[in-house]
T-cell receptor, first 114, second 112 residues
């Protein structure tokens, strides 16, 4: 079945450091891939997405590239801020699944220190 | 355009009671999804509904849980005879089509 695996957290960085959060997936078809962010006490917000191989999603300085050959969708940011502290979820949606439900990874907590 | 609304935001129930969670999708959205997030875990799909129809309930526990999305009014997730293991955050998401989902703030259920 379809699944998403994320690196375990917490990830602790100093402000302005480079961020990578690894995400790999298993899917029978060609899924759409997403990164969601969850701030404390809030719901999930879509951060970025990619729908086909080699697509790059980007938003607010975050980027992720859909790599079919390595089945990965790693999240990167060149210079993190304290306000980026949150939990980040990688997810996939299988277009072969008529319900388009999202399958999530377990989440990676990011803590950015001043 | 208001976002997805969920209420209550926090709900406390004693074991054996019923919990009713409400979700009002964004205006113009006819697709509703419910997910459950256990502490320190990712979200797990429960059920997908369109107006008056359950499309996919493959993630719903077989007993005590039910969901509806009537023609008028919010979607309801109902948990009967709650147990401590039902304590979790329940998130609703809505979508105008079969693509992007927009999430509500969640209902945090605590079972004493």
């Amino acid at each position: 079945g379809n699944s998403v695996t994320q690196m375990e957290g917490p990830v602790t960085l100093s402000e302005e450091a480079f961020l990578t959060i690894n995400c790999t997936y298993t899917a029978t078809g060609y899924p759409s891939l997403f990164w969601y962010v969850q701030y404390p006490g809030e719901g999930l917000q879509l951060l970025l997405k990619a729908t086909k191989a080699d697509d790059k999603g980007s938003n607010k300085g975050f980027e992720a590239t859909y790599r079919k050959e390595t089945t990965s969708f790693h999240l990167e940011k060149g210079s993190v801020q304290v306000s980026d502290s949150a939990v980040y979820f990688c997810a996939l949606s299988d277009p072969g699944d008529s319900s388009y439900k999202l399958i999530f990874g377990s989440g990676t907590r990011l803590l950015v220190r001043p | 355009n208001a976002g997805v609304m969920q209420n209550p935001r926090h709900l406390v129930r004693r074991r054996g009671q019923e919990a009713r969670l409400r979700c009002s999708p964004m205006k113009g959205h006819s697709h509703v999804y419910w997910y459950r997030q256990l502490p320190e875990e990712g979200l797990k799909f429960m059920v997908y509904l369109q107006k008056e129809n359950i499309i996919d309930e493959s993630g719903m526990p077989k007993e005590r849980f039910s969901a509806e999305f009537p023609k008028e009014g919010p979607s309801i997730l109902r948990i009967q005879q709650v147990v401590r293991g039902d304590s979790a955050a329940y998130f609703c998401a809505s979508s105008p089509d079969d693509n992007e989902q927009f999430f509500g703030p969640g209902t945090r259920l605590t079972v004493l």
